[in-house]
């Protein structure tokens, strides 16, 4: 497992993609819930006792469907799907290209026409100007980026976007998706870098029948696809054995009456209603959902998620090829809001309703995307206005902002600069966590001038009490993060509680790692057997630092799992473990997990990240030549990885190589000389090789750097007590506490120190 070099990361993995460009996804119903399909004929008596046997679906295309399902096609039609990704021409090009001018840390960029062709003269990868064709439009409004082709099959994303909002919305201009930022062309997030390549971080969401093809060996891609845009079969997966059910070709009959030859059959909106409880006053959907297909299907690209496998549209759960973000740092609060892009998903299964049973159809037009009822009347087809549409509610003005649904319970951030994403967590507002965590609340994003304890007495004015609503597990995330005393039990506590949010447990899984003892490792292995793949991932995650014995113990049934992402991650959390001590069939089980690792990172070759984790992987199977070679081509892939300099460097710590890893370090903070973590791991390192005095310097610039890292704090302060400033040593640990508050770790540091004296 690739091992990181901050908590500010995922601790074991790297998968998590950086992206940048709009991202799509499809809301779309199949065809037989409108009524749309022919009626399959009845059975002549010599086609009853033909058997013929339809072969694996294929693509077929938009225009095959619209045959049967012209409705829908028009509604689709000039939808965010269908405008996700353009050829570049007069009709589809938003922004100025009449010589338009725009400046960005020093650089001026121009927009112009060359015959038939859009033209960008900007920076490139060495930060001289050139000269460059745009062939693709991207996405569509709020804003419009721009793709350029580069050698070796890569289009590059533009980080210089069009504002497509209106003249009196602040739109109809150029601007760049980080203000405030100072990219230049060899900062990772440059336009002409990994992170804004469109053939692994945007293409399986703007396009239909996506193959990335990426040929490691040569460095480049033959990105295919079948439709330029987000199309029917991107969301009902290929529709060939379709077409042969209604068509009644040979074979028809053995395709199951229930699908009709689709791969997906979205209709779990089919007969359902809502009712209100007498007791509760609560919509209730009857029946229940008992599938989770629209919303996986939907997950696919509305989510955080890395993709360890194609996804070919045949019919596979989510972690058959996804691994879902679970609550980062930086992508969510402790309480589960939206901080980072995180697409939806994530957010919407923490939320009572996607606990009730609603899906994203009930809200969304699958086809046309716009909400099916305007305002709050999409809330208002479940949840009656009497109860909830008036002032003794909301407590707000009918009509003003206040007293819109999605204001207190869906609030919106704004990504890219000018685009609103609204939380889909539908939350109650949560004033009080924000007193006592700092969390955001909806109440003071509006009156932005008041204090968070203001809102919080205001509610307990309106309600009696300050109302807590579903997610009730802030308070053991912010423990965890903050490093609290008692933060295991909080962390132990909310994996057990069945009735939160999946993605909440599994990250109260995943953070025990640090709190490994009898208590937790209970929880953990109980939590190896919950019904969620996601919570059986974060229980995986945990069990790095076990020793080997006891990992196999807890891990093995994990390689038979039913969902493939959890079979391979846990064959990754195995990959040390000796074959010639397992039985045949454990050998068996272990070597068909690896090889389904192994196909997960092999399929994002082109990323460092896929790169690093192959390399621990085989370093951990003893393989280190192997190892070695992967490591660096993550740095070939990308010298700014700051993952791959760590990881490596340790590597070369395991084979005795210190002087290899010295070197390899100081190489990283060429590229990255304010790099905590590579200050840190150097200062590391020569606390090794005995040259306390460099070691002090290194460990010194780690904790200026992350002053919040309470390890880093640490770990400083022992080596300055080593060099014999001790008194030096407790003025750190005493402006850590200060910072931090409550850390065990320094404060029995200090009196160590102290008793030392």
């Known amino acids: 497992m690739a091992r990181e070099p901050s908590q500010n990361q995922q601790h074991s993995h790297h998968w998590v993609r950086l992206a940048t460009a709009l991202m799509v996804v499809l809301f779309v119903a199949v065809a037989i819930w409108y009524g749309t399909l022919p009626e399959a004929p009845a059975e002549s008596p010599a086609q009853a006792t033909a058997v013929v046997s339809p072969g694996d679906p294929t693509f077929v295309g938009r225009t095959t469907c619209a045959g049967c399902h012209q409705e829908q096609v028009e509604s689709w039609t000039g939808s965010h799907h269908d405008l996700a990704m353009q050829p570049a021409n007069v009709g589809t090009v938003l922004g100025d290209f009449d010589q338009a001018t725009f400046e960005y840390n020093g650089i001026t960029s121009t927009f112009y026409r060359s015959g038939d062709r859009f033209m960008v003269r900007t920076d490139g990868p060495e930060g001289t100007l050139q000269d460059y064709p745009v062939l693709y439009t991207f996405g569509v409004t709020p804003l419009q980026q721009y793709l350029v082709e580069f050698p070796g099959g890569r289009l590059q994303a533009l980080n210089i976007a069009w504002d497509a909002r209106a003249v009196e919305n602040g739109g109809q201009r150029w601007f760049h998706l980080y203000p405030d930022a100072a990219i230049t062309h060899n900062d990772p997030l440059h336009w002409t870098g990994a992170q804004q390549n469109w053939n692994f971080m945007c293409a399986e969401c703007h396009s239909t029948q996506l193959d990335k093809n990426y040929d490691a060996s040569t460095r480049s891609y033959h990105t295919t696809w079948s439709e330029i845009d987000v199309s029917c079969e991107a969301c009902h997966g290929p529709a060939s054995n379709h077409l042969v059910w209604a068509k009644k070709e040979p074979g028809w009959e053995q395709l199951n009456n229930f699908s009709m030859g689709l791969t997906h059959m979205l209709n779990e909106r089919n007969g359902a209603t809502w009712q209100h409880d007498e007791n509760t006053g609560q919509p209730v959907r009857h029946p229940a959902r008992t599938t989770d297909t629209e919303i996986q299907v939907c997950a696919a690209c509305h989510s955080r998620r890395a993709q360890l496998f194609e996804d070919d549209r045949t019919g596979q759960p989510l972690m058959d090829s996804f691994l879902p973000s679970l609550l980062e740092p930086g992508n969510y609060h402790a309480d589960g809001q939206i901080d980072g892009e995180v697409y939806v998903y994530g957010s919407f299964t923490q939320s009572r309703m996607y606990q009730a049973g609603v899906t994203c159809s009930d809200c969304h037009n699958p086809h046309s995307l716009e909400l099916r009822v305007p305002g709050n009347g999409v809330c208002l087809q479940c949840h009656t206005a009497s109860s909830y549409d008036n002032e003794s509610h ?325 080596a300055l007590h080593s060099a014999g400033q001790t008194a030096q040593a407790l003025t750190v640990i005493d402006e850590a506490l200060a910072r931090l508050g409550h850390v065990p770790s320094l404060r029995e540091l200090r009196w160590q120190l102290e008793a030392a004296r």
Request: glycine share 4%.
């Open 394 to 718: 909301h407590f707000h003005e009918v009509g003003s902002a206040g007293a819109e649904c999605v204001d207190c319970h869906m609030p919106a951030k704004n990504f890219m600069v000018v685009d609103p994403r609204r939380d889909h967590s539908f939350r109650i507002p949560r004033p009080d966590e924000s007193v006592a965590l700092g969390t955001p609340n909806a109440c003071t994003n509006c009156h932005d001038d008041k204090p968070a304890q203001w809102a919080a007495d205001q509610l307990v004015s309106w309600y009696g009490e300050p109302p807590k609503g579903l997610q009730r597990f802030a308070d053991a995330i912010h423990a965890a993060r903050s490093g609290e005393a008692d933060a295991q039990y909080q962390l132990a506590a909310l994996l057990q509680e069945a009735g939160q949010p999946a993605i909440a447990r599994a990250t109260a899984a995943r953070e025990l790692r640090n709190w490994l003892n009898q208590d937790s490792l209970q929880a953990i292995s109980k939590a190896l057997e919950d019904k969620s793949p996601l919570v059986r991932y974060g229980a995986i995650t945990a069990l790095q630092p076990l020793p080997l014995e006891l990992r196999w113990q807890l891990a093995r049934p994990l390689l038979d799992d039913p969902e493939r992402v959890v079979r391979a991650l846990a064959a990754e959390a195995l990959a040390d473990v000796p074959r010639a001590d397992l039985t045949v069939s454990e050998r068996i089980a272990l070597s068909n997990a690896s090889d389904e690792y192994l196909e997960s990172q092999r399929n994002n070759a082109d990323t460092p990240s896929a790169n690093v984790n192959l390399g621990a992987f085989f370093a951990d199977r003893d393989e280190p030549v192997i190892a070695e070679r992967y490591f660096m081509e993550a740095l070939a892939l990308d010298a700014t990885w700051l993952p791959a300099y760590v990881n490596l460097a340790d590597f070369y710590r395991r084979q005795n190589r210190e002087q290899d890893g010295a070197q390899i370090l100081r190489q990283g903070l060429v590229h990255l000389p304010d790099s905590a973590d590579l200050n840190h791991s150097l200062g590391l390192l020569q606390v090794r090789q005995q040259r306390l005095t460099e070691a002090v310097t290194s460990l010194a610039r780690a904790a200026e750097l992350a002053p919040d890292n309470a390890r880093y704090q640490y770990v400083y302060a022992v």
